[in-house]
């Protein structure tokens, strides 16, 4: 087995670097949901001392004073970006497994008679050529030694970003010397202090362990990862994407809600997307949870939170049905005079269409709605998601998400697309608050 890691460099600053190029080589930052904590930071950021997790309004001022370039989080711009990096690296293997967002593995065994370092290094340069985006790759003869060489490529500039630990055996234990056994994939933080506390402070000293020991402190996670390091592989690449057993769609608000009117619209734009998203992966759920909550945070206020699930007479992807049962849920949570901070829905039990408990008179997810599903699925795709909806009349937007410093997106929306200027000269419409704002101001011009 010979697996290499892609892993793309700081990949949400990245995705804001490709349509914004006054970005590039500048100190950039990302925000969480509601700009609250810095989630991604750039190789300049990260130079200047901006820590990863810290809240916001705590280095809001060095930010300023810095010049670094602040972005709310843009998850349209960042999955459609993955999906492009994931699309062209699909052209260069047979197989591959898609593992995170910014991380995938691709299956190179059977390719020994071809230099793997100059091969992967065509497919760094390639994919950053189609997509913008860069990205380092590690290749070893385990999933873990991969990632490890992925890790050691991105801090070695003479590595050029590609390092092959597969067929090196001096380069692995050198690799393994220097890098801290807590730095292992599937060890962490979790178990770096007790592994210290026995002397185990490098990955080679985790190695060597031990086996008896390691299994009986760290249970099967910490052998398999043990017999990685040691060249034999114990986790095959996942090439078949397993159903998801639940679709989660919730959200903190940017405002506190006080009236149900306002949780009432929250909860069927997540209603309407939980259940499309249903749709697009051939699924039915057979239940939904419903959830809202206050803010913990606010010790001064009155604290409430509870959830609710309720089942579909059968199971179900239909838009209309997801919405009734979720605002029925909403009216027995809601208590009046409570300010809510954040609400959502789980889509429960799903299993596939096609598998899916059927009645006499009925046939899973295809309704008498399913002709309307099927259109409104298709004009949200072309024009763009959330422009049509059920009988819902927007009656504010203090529950949208805070979102002062985001960019457009650029590749999934028509109306956010970037406008070329000068020669050679890309430049992005001016950053909103929201697509609303945006088109406001295009419609003075």
């Not at 001022?61 to 459609?80: K, P, W």
């Not at 300010?339 to 039990?349: C, P, V």
């Not at 408990?357 to 795709?381: C, H, V, Y």
Request: charged share 25%; proline share 4%; hydrophobic share 35%.
């Amino acid at each position: 087995m010979i697996v290499a890691l892609v892993d793309c460099n700081n990949f949400y600053c990245s995705c804001e670097r490709v349509f914004q190029p006054k970005l590039r080589n500048q100190p950039v930052v990302v925000l969480s949901n509601n700009d609250g904590c810095v989630i991604a930071r750039s190789n300049e950021a990260k130079e200047q001392g901006i820590p990863m997790g810290t809240p916001f309004f705590k280095y809001r001022r060095q930010l300023e004073q810095e010049g670094i370039f602040v972005r709310s989080s843009n998850y349209a711009l960042y999955g459609d970006m993955s999906n492009r990096v994931m699309t062209a690296l699909a052209e260069f293997v047979p197989d591959l497994e898609i593992y995170s967002i910014d991380e995938c593995f691709l299956d190179l065994t059977g390719m020994a008679h071809v230099d793997l370092t100059d091969y992967c290094r065509q497919i760094k340069a390639k994919v950053y050529q189609w997509t913008g985006i860069p990205v380092s790759i590690g290749i070893g003869s385990t999933k873990t030694s991969a990632k490890l060489a992925n890790r050691l490529a991105k801090k070695m500039p003479k590595t050029k970003g590609v390092l092959d630990l597969s067929n090196a055996p001096h380069l692995l234990e050198r690799a393994l010397e220097k890098t801290d056994a807590g730095d292992v994939w599937g060890i962490g933080r979790r178990w770096s202090k007790m592994l210290a506390g026995r002397g185990i402070v490098t990955a080679k000293d985790f190695r060597d362990a031990p086996e008896g020991w390691v299994r009986q402190k760290m249970g099967v996670i910490g052998a398999r990862t043990q017999l990685e390091l040691q060249g034999t592989p114990c986790i095959e690449l996942d090439i078949e994407t397993p159903d998801k057993k639940t679709v989660c769609v919730s959200r903190s608000f940017g405002k506190e809600i006080e009236k149900i009117e306002g949780l009432h619209d929250a909860l069927a734009t997540f209603a309407m997307g939980g259940a499309a998203k249903l749709r697009k992966l051939g699924l039915v759920a057979n239940a939904v949870n419903i959830s809202i909550r206050t803010n913990v945070h606010r010790k001064d206020q009155k604290q409430h939170s509870e959830s609710a699930t309720i089942a579909f007479p059968t199971p179900s992807s239909d838009s209309l049905e997801v919405l009734s049962v979720t605002l029925s849920g909403l009216k027995r949570l809601f208590r009046p005079g409570l300010k809510y901070k954040r609400a959502g829905i789980l889509l429960l039990d799903l299993v596939r269409k096609e598998d899916a408990s059927r009645t006499l008179f009925s046939t899973p997810g295809e309704g008498k709605t399913k002709n309307l599903m099927s259109a409104f699925d298709d004009i949200n795709q072309r024009v763009g998601s959330g422009l049509i909806t059920f009988g819902q009349v927007r009656r504010s937007t203090t529950w949208y998400m805070t979102q002062n410093h985001v960019s457009p997106r650029f590749t999934t929306r028509w109306d956010e697309l970037a406008m070329v200027g000068e020669p050679g000269q890309i430049n992005p419409p001016p950053l909103k608050n929201s697509s609303a704002e945006l088109i406001k101001g295009r419609r003075k011009t």
